[in-house]
């Protein structure tokens, strides 16, 4: 997905001579192209997380456009308080592009994990919270909101899902409507889980790929049912959770430190969230409701 | 003490005491500092973003009684509206907001963040091909915060000649640590570095002209509580306090006495 940011940027780049970007030593190599092309408009800042995105808060405040990029845990936990303040408290807009999220860097460890960043970001006023599944869903979403002049997280992943759809900032997808009792709800990339999972049951399944502002419309035309939400992250949950008066679950992360290594597809499994898991605890619950 | 200088620590005992608000010695060290910039840089009080303005951002948050005083006495706005601060409904909260007060360009309070902004202003500025200058005012207890010295890192490795930092030197260190020798620290940051006497308005007026190839730092010398001989011997006592009645009168004499 790093590779369509690249793309997607050097082409809005071409139209848009406001766009700055302010990495944290990552992607550097990858955007050689644009780092050549705009001399003044790429910095590498190096390893100083809260200052990318204070810097990225003044560049903003001077009407142009920042994409501030590094590591998830790092930009967003380490960073929380400058999104807070110079960012969404004073309304200096601008995007935020994390790589790495939940468990792409699955054999670096706890540290390297992150998966309460779209969490603690949508408590913030002002900003917008998106995580893309899919490459395409990742161009289309950047395109529309980039330049709203708000603060906008994008959550980029390494592994994303196969699935084609038509995506809208602030719409969620309806991807099966059986007209179950049963709704099975993700977002992101684990899409690719879940549909597999899921498509061949007497299951609805809803697709989100914006967490903040979440599609409450769509949600209120399933709350008669259970709704089941599987996810590798926090953030979603509680998005559906705040309607009220809905029968929710949630599987994904659980109460203690992941400090396992190896692969994505690993810990999903230990997590209970890879595809046997998810059809497992899916085929359960229609069973139990038939 | 300059007249004017005398006025803007009247207001901010007075302003003080009625509102029981207001981290008073912070904000009298700085009164020079203030005084001296608003003097020289670019800028309109009528209208306060007129688009050439050189832009200053208070990192230094508590310190905003001291500057909401400085602004009226530019004529930005009545001074009278500053009585009401930190009320509920008040324009004018103990640390500023850009939305309610004009001529504040960035909303600080938290320490370490203003000085980020700040070089992410210059920097844009820069990009913009523009000749306006961004001036910041850290405090030396908010240089306890490991963002302040990421931001001075940036800023020297860009190069941000547009960029000054103001260092308030005022020794509040024992509420924070000490830093030690700051104008060695900042020269090895790579910072263009000069240190003056905090409350010595043309010295501070030659310093903020002057440019240089990089980021400059300019260490102010200065006292915390000075003009008040009551604030310099009780720093703990006075650090987030208001006068009374009683005390507001005593202060107020101590300010017609020689500066301390």
């Not at chain 1, 035309?221 to 599987?230: A, E, L, P, Q």
Request: glycine content about 8%; hydrophobic content about 40%; overall charge neutral.
């Amino acid at each position: 997905m790093r590779k369509q940011f690249k793309k997607t940027v050097m082409d809005l780049a071409l139209k848009n001579d406001k766009i700055v970007l302010i990495f944290g030593d990552v992607s550097v190599y990858l955007f050689k192209d644009f780092s050549e092309k705009y001399p003044d408009r790429f910095y590498n800042m190096g390893i100083c997380e809260n200052t990318l995105v204070s810097v990225g808060a003044g560049v903003s405040s001077r009407g142009l456009i920042p994409f501030i990029h590094t590591i998830a845990p790092f930009i967003t936990e380490r960073s929380f308080e400058q999104i807070k303040l110079d960012m969404c408290y004073n309304n200096f807009g601008g995007n935020i592009v994390s790589c790495g999220a939940s468990f792409d860097y699955a054999w670096d460890g706890a540290t390297h994990h992150c998966y309460t960043d779209l969490a603690i970001l949508r408590t913030l006023p002002n900003i917008e919270v998106i995580q893309p599944g899919s490459c395409k869903e990742l161009d289309v979403l950047l395109r529309s909101q980039y330049d709203n002049g708000k603060p906008t997280y994008f959550r980029l992943s390494d592994h994303p899902h196969n699935i084609d759809m038509e995506v809208e900032f602030g719409k969620g997808v309806v991807l099966k409507d059986a007209g179950a009792d049963i709704t099975v709800v993700t977002a992101g990339p684990l899409l690719g889980n879940v549909w597999e999972a899921c498509s061949d049951l007497p299951v609805n399944v809803l697709y989100f790929h914006t967490i903040k502002p979440v599609d409450k419309e769509l949600i209120q035309r399933y709350k008669d049912t259970k709704i089941m939400v599987f996810h590798d992250a926090f953030g979603l949950y509680e998005a559906i959770c705040e309607l009220g008066e809905l029968s929710v679950s949630r599987y994904g992360i659980p109460d203690e430190f992941c400090s396992w290594y190896g692969t994505l597809a690993e810990i999903r499994e230990k997590i209970g969230i890879d595809v046997k898991s998810i059809r497992d605890v899916v085929k359960r619950s229609t069973k139990k409701r038939s | 003490m300059i007249p004017e200088c005398k006025r803007i620590r009247e207001n901010i005992l007075k302003i003080s005491n009625k509102s029981g608000h207001g981290h008073i010695p912070t904000c009298f060290s700085v009164v020079e500092v203030l005084y001296a910039l608003y003097s020289i840089i670019k800028c309109d009080p009528k209208d306060p973003l007129y688009k050439n303005r050189d832009i200053f951002v208070l990192s230094k948050g508590h310190a905003a009684l001291a500057l909401y005083c400085i602004l009226a006495q530019f004529g930005y706005f009545d001074i009278k509206k500053v009585y009401s601060l930190g009320s509920f409904m008040s324009d004018f909260g103990c640390h500023a907001d850009r939305f309610k007060v004009p001529g504040i360009e960035v909303s600080t309070g938290s320490l370490g963040h203003g000085i980020g902004v700040a070089t992410g202003m210059a920097l844009a500025l820069r990009i913009q091909k523009s000749q306006r200058h961004v001036y910041t005012l850290i405090g030396d207890g908010e240089a306890n915060e490991g963002a302040v010295w990421e931001a001075i890192m940036v800023a020297s490795d860009l190069r941000l000649s547009n960029l000054t930092v103001i260092y308030d030197n005022n020794r509040s260190h024992p509420r924070g640590l000490q830093i030690q020798k700051p104008v060695e620290i900042f020269k090895g940051f790579g910072c263009d570095v000069a240190e003056v006497p905090g409350h010595d308005i043309a010295v501070l007026q030659q310093e903020f002209k002057k440019r240089a190839d990089t980021v400059r730092v300019v260490v102010a010398n200065s006292k915390k509580g000075f003009g008040c001989k009551t604030f310099i011997d009780n720093q703990y006592e006075w650090h987030r306090k208001s006068p009374t009645d009683n005390e507001l009168e005593i202060l107020m004499r101590e300010l017609d006495e020689k500066a301390v």
